[in-house]
């Protein structure tokens, strides 16, 4: 990327998610995704992974193909030397509107060329192409066995093997002087690319303080041009997963404990905060590619910073909110640094990179001012800087995309000035966002542990924790398997609305699912059934049991689950999925089923002290057990037995309208001779005209 004064790659992709693979020019080999099924015919001499560099128009002019917008630039001065005006060649992006219709334009010139030939000599045509058919295919058949054979490992990627998969060959110097032209030698660029490859699989990578960096993806007139390579999990990022196990805990059981208004509104923003903390990180890991120790440290200052900032969470309300905030403010307002000397150092993407920074400075400010006003008057303040924190990326992203008005000049003006804008990388978010939930969900199975004192302690206390147990269960299965089953497009490449819902509804099923998880483990400890007795249970947890649950908790428990689910109903909707035929009961219905048990839950809180905690959480647990059970009869197809009992034992039937007796069927099937349908037609008369005969 000569913008980043650094030779890289990208696959450009269009807005609808469809990747097309670049060259690689540097000296590793580089994995690339083929098309499966592609009506483009054969080209001669142009293995797969091979592309065109420049072909005719019907009118004589040649067209280059340039692979980013740089190489573009390059080319014209390149060839404005032999051609000062410029008439006698056109330069077009790889994948653009353009490069399409000049490719359709002599695609139909040579379509219209090849049926005059056909037309003028006839068989004679028909057998010339006929053997250069079979050239290309035993061309290409060799090229694969010769040249990816002895590649199979740079073939492989995080989730193996593919047949799919194939490594394009290097080329030495920039992307400009890759010319790959029908007729050129394989044999020795083979010989060549098997020996660098070798060389660079076998060549380590040092390590370096500073390396300058690269952005992994942008957008570009449409096109999302973007690295090939696989973004993995880099250490640092599980390591602060880690972290908001504990942070997690703090939140959720301080706002359990006392089960008020006040905490639960400490509890809501103290979450979004951290919740915060853990996005900045995500964003700047996922936009810029720079595997050095400068940007560990970088990681190291911000953990420090949510140290801090979680230290103080418990008092917050009334002593320890100022350092809460600086904590907080200082982690934000260096992300705004970061991206200020990101900016610099990638002009390319500049305009947008000051935009970012200036949204996270300001909100900066009206934190800092919630610190010198006293409740209730600073809840304005924090709710406006929540706003501002939450959505002003989206408000900037929407203002550049001309969504929120303004005169044609103004989007003129926008387009030109952000005409190049970072993306995320769509899978590390989802892989993240999946991890963090992940975390959640294991926070609620932690939550439930206690310590028994009794040498046989299957009691109220052990069935309520096993309740428990199968309610965070099923919510694992429901969001990972369930929901991610059958996906045909993901929320984030369907629409920038449906990626905008998808992102946004995570928070609050986050924040609902931990405080109901942080209640459930008050519920466990409760000993107000007949079954339970607070001397069964081992220090400290007998001091924790309390002999009634408040309403309070109940509430916190009962709300939490129902938005917790409504919210995973949300994050489904919002996915595309594969039609199932004949399924028993449509996604539609499944969903909407949902929305009816969380209701149901909401309101059980109404019954008071008619339900105990044993019977709270045993209600709950059946009412989420029922929605699994409904997705999963559900999604079964009424042609295939559910439960797959005795399949194998079914005698196999066939049923087809033949006139043949079934006398001679029957004998066909004993001794497993061929029934020649057409044979027996021709007996009976019946004029019957098939293409072969049947194994019964």
Not at 141 to 160: C, I, N, P, T
Not at 162 to 169: C, D, E, F
Not at 639 to 651: A, I, N, S, V, Y
Request: glycine share 6%; proline share 3%; charged share 20%.
């Amino acid at each position: 990327m000569a913008h980043n004064h650094q030779d890289h790659d990208h696959d450009v992709e269009k807005a609808s998610g469809l990747n097309t693979p670049e060259n690689k020019t540097q000296n590793i080999s580089s994995i690339t995704i083929q098309a499966v099924g592609s009506t483009t015919p054969p080209q001669h001499h142009h293995h797969s992974g091979k592309r065109l560099r420049h072909f005719l128009r019907p009118n004589g002019k040649k067209v280059h193909i340039a692979h980013s917008p740089d190489e573009v630039e390059r080319l014209k001065r390149s060839l404005s030397v032999s051609d000062p005006a410029g008439e006698g060649f056109d330069v077009v992006i790889h994948g653009s509107l353009d490069h399409i219709e000049a490719l359709r334009e002599s695609h139909k010139h040579h379509e219209d060329a090849r049926e005059a030939l056909r037309i003028k000599h006839g068989e004679e045509f028909e057998r010339f192409e006929n053997v250069v058919r079979e050239l290309d295919k035993l061309g290409t058949e060799l090229h694969m066995v010769s040249e990816h054979a002895v590649q199979l490992d740079a073939s492989f990627e995080k989730f193996g093997y593919s047949a799919h998969l194939r490594t394009l060959p290097n080329s030495g110097g920039n992307s400009s002087a890759n010319s790959l032209h029908a007729g050129e030698d394989h044999a020795d660029d083979h010989e060549s690319h098997h020996s660098s490859w070798k060389a660079a699989k076998q060549q380590g990578t040092p390590m370096m303080f500073f390396k300058k960096p690269i952005i992994r993806q942008y957008f570009h007139k449409g096109l999302l041009w973007r690295a090939p390579q696989s973004q993995e999990v880099a250490s640092y990022e599980l390591f602060c997963d880690l972290f908001y196990v504990g942070i997690i805990a703090i939140a959720g059981d301080g706002a359990a404990h006392e089960a008020t208004g006040q905490a639960l509104l400490r509890f809501v923003i103290v979450t979004i905060l951290s919740w915060k903390f853990w996005g900045d990180i995500q964003y700047i890991v996922s936009t810029f590619e720079a595997d050095d120790m400068f940007r560990r440290f970088f990681i190291l200052f911000v953990l420090v910073c949510l140290l801090g900032f979680t230290t103080n969470i418990a008092n917050s309300w009334e002593e320890t909110w100022t350092p809460l905030i600086s904590f907080y403010v200082a982690s934000r307002w260096v992300g705004s640094l970061y991206f200020l000397w990101m900016s610099y150092l990638i002009p390319m993407v500049r305009p947008f990179l000051v935009a970012n920074a200036i949204v996270n400075f300001l909100p900066g400010l009206v934190w800092i001012g919630s610190c010198h006003v006293e409740e209730p008057n600073r809840q304005a303040l924090i709710w406006i800087a929540l706003l501002l924190d939450l959505f002003g990326i989206l408000f900037l992203v929407a203002f550049l995309r001309g969504m929120l008005g303004g005169g044609q000049r103004l989007k003129d003006c926008l387009k030109k000035v952000f005409e190049f804008m970072p993306g995320a990388n769509i899978e590390h978010k989802i892989e993240r966002t999946n991890a963090f939930i992940g975390l959640v969900f294991g926070y609620s199975v932690i939550a439930l542990l206690y310590q028994s004192r009794v040498p046989f302690g299957i009691n109220d206390f052990f069935g309520k924790a096993v309740l428990g147990l199968i309610q965070a269960f099923t919510f694992n299965w429901l969001y990972f398997e369930i929901d991610t089953f059958n996906i045909h497009t993901h929320a984030i490449r369907r629409h920038f609305a449906s990626s905008i819902i998808w992102i946004a509804a995570h928070l609050p099923f986050v924040l609902s699912y931990i405080l109901a998880a942080s209640a459930l483990s008050k519920l466990v400890l409760a000993h107000d059934t007949t079954g339970s007795n607070y001397h069964d249970l081992y220090e400290p947890f007998d001091e924790r049991s309390e002999e009634h649950v408040s309403i309070g908790l109940r509430w916190f428990y009962c709300a939490g689950l129902s938005l917790a689910l409504m919210g995973m109903t949300a994050i489904a909707h919002t996915h595309t999925f594969k039609v199932i035929p004949n399924t028993r009961l449509r996604k539609e219905y499944r969903l909407a089923y949902r929305i009816v048990v969380a209701i149901i839950i909401l309101l059980l809180p109404l019954a008071h002290d008619h339900l105990n905690s044993l019977h709270l959480v045993a209600t709950t647990t059946s009412l989420v057990v029922t929605v699994l059970v409904m997705e999963l009869m559900g999604s079964a197809c009424t042609q295939h037995e559910f439960w797959g009992l005795g399949g194998e034992k079914r005698k196999c039937t066939y049923s087809a309208r033949c006139h043949v007796s079934r006398k001679i069927i029957e004998s066909k099937l004993k001794s497993g001779e061929v029934l020649n349908v057409e044979e027996v037609a021709e007996k009976d008369g019946n004029g019957l005209q098939v293409q072969g005969g049947y194994i019964m």
